[in-house]
């Protein structure tokens, strides 16, 4: 059951009504000075980086929730740290190189130079570290319990060490490359991401670093014991120990393990010619990327200060750079002990499968079933496989003659990718932006352009400093003199895997008016440019934010004048100024904002006459939050938009992004009870706090999971419409 919100109606969300019913209030008291006005609006902002590390805070808070499945605490566990990597690598990157280029400058919401927040990072960093090691340290004991035990040569038997001696001697000490630091050898270039072994070696009075890499692929990460079924060592652990018997010929003084990563904050347009080759400049940055400065430093076992300096030293990192670690260094080892618990399910979440959603009759074809009406998936509850399906079918079809689509991220096996090579095979006009500047997919997207391009399709690749990241298919058919559109805009990337562990739309519509302008978007990114105009879709960088200014304002306008005003918005991250400084003005003319921000939000909710009109609450639970909704209006006539842009200044004004307004009225209610129903969410849900930090929901009945309400709602709707199927058949 779904709590009643306010709706004198007295129905759940199920069957729902609009936004007319909801509460408002109006905010008195203004200031009357700017300055004062100035000073008070900055208590309504929160640093980007500060509340990025908010958000996995909340991740690591999972990993220590004793009411999810332990195999699941160690996907969370494993998932902060891959977050906290590559926040060290492109956020802190990012900053680092900013404060050298001008130390001066500052963020234009908390007003903190880049060293002030890096500093800030650093120590709140050094907080989390504790946070996870302690969560470390419970579930390696809860493991225990399980029958897994994770062991090092504090905790194993006699003959457990006899055999690890063995072993390493046999299987590992042939394949390891050690070095000692000297005139002739220099300091080595350590991998990003990689562990080392680093031992302080001393000989004759004199003392050196020994460096020994443990991150080969050539033998296993765990080392299992032959005592214990599911017992085992990480190979690092057995390289530091034996440190002595590869430095035979030294005293070891002291010894850890460490592994930094580097900057990879690197961006291609201001390194490119114009008469270069587009797809070989981008995999040439991505070898360069590799090489960029170390960003940060982090070390296993308590080391002399002097060492710690030394490295830094070599490496070109302040001593602030440095952070200790208990728990290991790299936590993606946590997958092979899930693995060794697969037999026991109550260790995992319960298994859900997308269903099909039941609109689809598997009698007709889906471009005809999307002819007769709007279709829209919400994953991961339901599948991909209609739109697959929509892609194959145009593909094939004589009346198609092209499909155009932007890709961002795909699969490494992508489904979608072989489709449009199919089509493309059978003589369709195929033309794919792909966006090879996609972050850390570069590689995975050079190699799909080649088979694409290799199999007819028109390949382009994004604007000058402009990233492509909008969702946006567009399949057009000729009959005789006529022509039509089925056009499908998403809020995620057209990846089959992602669709099952992300929550993602996905409208498809044959609506002639907005394929008309997916066809203008199109043309312009075939041109190099973006559109200028639009009527029905919001396209960033140019008819996207001053549109949404523009609904604010008209929610402002209607609070002024004494009437119902709402906005509801669910994103993935909230930077954008210029919309929150509209935001904060709304609020204060009394409209009722409610924000569903899974990530950074740099505006801060519930402050006295700024923003009490405002609530904000990220959801963080077994799937990535990733849909992205707009909602202008309190009454059913609303407005209602699924987008790909988050509100940040990045996709607003430096992306090509695309938003498309729900017409359908079953589509756009299912959308308003979906966004109700994540509204009442008290088991994955935080509530943002006037200081900035967020608290859990008060636990009480009914409580409201709104991932496996939603996903309980898609089975139960595909049940009821096969057994109305097998009745109509019946009679």
């Known amino acids: 059951m779904i709590p009643n919100r306010n709706r004198t109606s007295g129905h759940a969300p199920a069957v729902c009504s609009g936004h007319s019913n909801r509460s408002f209030r109006k905010i008195s008291g203004k200031t009357n000075h700017k300055s004062e006005e100035s000073a008070m609006k900055s208590n309504c902002y929160d640093n980007r980086e500060l509340s990025w590390l908010k958000f996995n805070q909340r991740v690591l808070e999972e990993a220590k929730d004793e009411t999810n499945p332990l195999c699941e605490r160690l996907s969370f566990l494993s998932i902060f740290q891959s977050n906290l990597d590559e926040f060290f690598m492109v956020r802190c990157g990012s900053l680092y190189d900013q404060m050298c280029e001008d130390p001066h400058f500052r963020e234009n919401k908390t007003n903190m130079t880049c060293k002030e927040q890096l500093t800030a990072i650093y120590a709140r960093v050094r907080e989390l570290l504790r946070d996870k090691d302690d969560a470390y340290a419970d579930l390696r004991a809860e493991l225990s319990m399980q029958g897994v035990d994770i062991v090092d040569f504090h905790t194993i038997t006699t003959e457990e060490a006899a055999w690890l001696e063995a072993y390493f001697k046999a299987e590992i000490e042939p394949l390891l490359s050690p070095q000692i630091i000297g005139k002739k050898q220099p300091f080595p270039f350590l991998q990003n991401k990689n562990i080392y072994a680093v031992v302080v070696l001393e000989k004759k009075g004199t003392e050196k670093l020994g460096i020994v890499p443990c991150s080969s692929g050539v033998f296993p990460k765990i080392v299992s014991l032959p005592t214990g079924k599911n017992r085992f060592i990480l190979a690092e652990e057995l390289i530091l120990h034996f440190a002595p018997e590869i430095f035979s010929r030294h005293t070891i003084k002291s010894k850890s393990l460490i592994r930094i990563i580097r900057n990879a904050d690197i961006e291609p347009d201001e390194r490119m010619e114009e008469e270069c080759d587009y797809r070989e400049a981008m995999e040439q940055l991505i070898r360069e ?102 892609l194959n079918e145009a593909g094939r079809d004589p009346q198609v003659v092209s499909i155009k689509m932007t890709l961002y991220r795909v699969a490494s096996n992508s489904k979608i990718v072989e489709a449009l090579i199919e089509a493309a095979e059978n003589g369709k006009d195929v033309v794919v932006l792909v966006e090879l500047r996609a972050r850390f997919d570069e590689e995975n997207n050079i190699e799909w352009s080649r088979r694409l391009e290799d199999a007819g399709c028109r390949i382009i690749y994004g604007l000058d400093n402009l990233k492509v990241h909008s969702k946006l298919c567009l399949i057009t058919k000729k009959v005789g003199t006529e022509i039509s559109y089925i056009t499908q805009v998403g809020t995620g990337n057209y990846n089959e895997k992602t669709s099952a562990i992300y929550t993602d739309y996905s409208l498809m519509t044959a609506n002639h008016d907005i394929g008309l302008e997916a066809n203008r978007v199109f043309h312009a990114l075939c041109l190099g440019q973006t559109v200028e105009h639009t009527e029905h879709l919001l396209v960033a960088p140019k008819c996207l934010q001053n549109k949404l200014a523009d609904m604010i304002d008209e929610q402002t306008a209607l609070a002024k004048a004494g009437e119902h005003a709402y906005i509801g918005i669910k994103i993935n991250s909230l930077t954008d100024k210029y919309l929150i400084e509209k935001l904060i003005e709304a609020s204060k003319a009394g409209v009722k904002i409610e924000m569903i921000v899974r990530g950074i939000s740099c505006l801060v909710a519930g402050v006295t006459e700024l923003t009490e009109n405002i609530s904000i609450r990220s959801i963080v639970g077994r799937f990535l939050e990733h849909t992205r909704i707009y909602i202008f209006g309190a009454h059913d006539n609303c407005k209602v938009y699924i987008a790909s842009a988050d509100w940040m200044t990045r996709n607003t004004r430096r992306r090509v992004e695309v938003a498309a307004p729900i017409y359908d009225d079953s589509i756009k209610h299912r959308i308003l009870e979906m966004f109700d129903v994540m509204m009442t969410d008290n088991v994955k849900a935080r509530v943002q706090q006037p200081d900035s930090t967020y608290t859990r929901e008060p636990a009480k009945e009914p409580l409201v999971n709104s991932q496996e309400y939603f996903y309980e709602q898609a089975y139960q709707a595909l049940a009821q419409a096969e057994a109305e199927t097998a009745e109509t058949a019946k009679n």
């Open 289 to 390: 990327r590799k090489k960029l400065c170390p960003i940060k430093l982090e070390f296993s076992r308590l080391m002399d200060t002097a060492v710690i300096h030394s490295l830094c030293g070599y490496l070109n990192l302040t001593e602030e750079q440095v952070f200790y670690s208990e728990a290991p260094l790299n936590l993606s080892v946590l997958s092979v002990v899930r693995d060794m618990l697969r037999h026991n399910k109550c260790l995992f979440y319960q298994r859900r499968v997308p269903q099909k959603p039941a609109w689809r009759d598997l009698s007709k074809r889906m471009i005809e079933q999307v002819e007769e009406k709007d279709r829209f998936l919400a994953f991961p509850y339901e599948s991909i496989r209609p739109f697959l399906t929509l």
